[in-house]
């Protein structure tokens, strides 16, 4: 289907999609370019000031060798599997090597690196509208009171096809389109070999879990992180764990700033160019019913340079059903509540991004 026809029908499939979305904020990007003398108190943090980041370099989540995954029986395959399920069990994090989809990685990190160099008018032409979560703003900003993130974002939903928005597809660069068309799909095929592997390490059937993604919601979100000269009072993502099945997250230059929570320290991630870091969601917490758990994360911000980074974030099918796994339950005592997939995103899209908060609301007391 090609973009012309699929135009025809967005606008119906839209409206009936419209759970909220973020009150518009100040783009960060603009304001950083002033180099502020004062950033502005709504940004500053002062809790973070006083949180440990682990200097250990050590400690480093584990690295997952996707080439070894791809035939059951050939060598190393049961050692990586295993590997695999330590993973998602007791970091809930892992980067990915050798997953084949080098290229088109490159090349949609090309494209970001030149959305983000556009003038501000430029970019503005995929700018939010109210009540969407999609397009170019900051998103997760429920009230005027609220802590803002230092840094701006584009946010497309590729998938499913039926509620493309092309309103919000950059016509610039000229290569943006395809190339995130393609980065979609790729993605969107390591994501389904991942949960297929990690239904196997759950001990059911391959399809158990997969089968809620095969028409899965896909959002890739494009990050922009403008240097701060205040970088160590300010976020440029506030800790939280992602609210979706799997996240795969592609570092597009060299500045790092991920961080996650381990034993109630923030331990930096060093990125392996690249590489995929993958990390399990609530989603994915809940269906695996606590066995896999999603880690607070947040991303910080460099003094001088800026940083950028891509999340393709994938989620079930909204007509499916947000719970515990049946199989898993059988002899088991759920934790977590069921309940229908479009009321599941209602409930990301109206809040804020509080640590597990979203989790917590999911589990039965």
Known sequence: MTIEDNNNNTDEMINRTEYGGSIPVDNVQSL?????????????????????????????IPVIDFSKLTVAGQPCYDDELAKLHVACRDWGFFQLINHGESETIDAMKTVTKEFFKLPLEEKMKCAQLPNTIEGYGQAFVVSEEQKLDWGDMMFILPLPIALRNFRFWPQNPQSFRETFEEYSNKLHGVSMKLFKLMSINLGVEPETISKKFENCTQGIRMNYYPPCPEAGKVLGLAPHSDATGLTLLVQVNEVQGLQIRKNSKWVPIKPIHGSIIVNIGDVMEIMSNGEYRSIEHRAVVDFEKERLSIAAFHSPDLEAMIGPAPELVKEKTPKYKTIDSQDYVKLIINSKLDGKNLIDHMKIQ
């Open 32 to 60: 950083a370019s002033k180099d502020p003398k004062d950033i502005p108190i709504r940004y500053i943090r002062p809790e973070i000031e006083s949180e440990e980041i682990l200097a250990d370099e050590s400690l480093q």
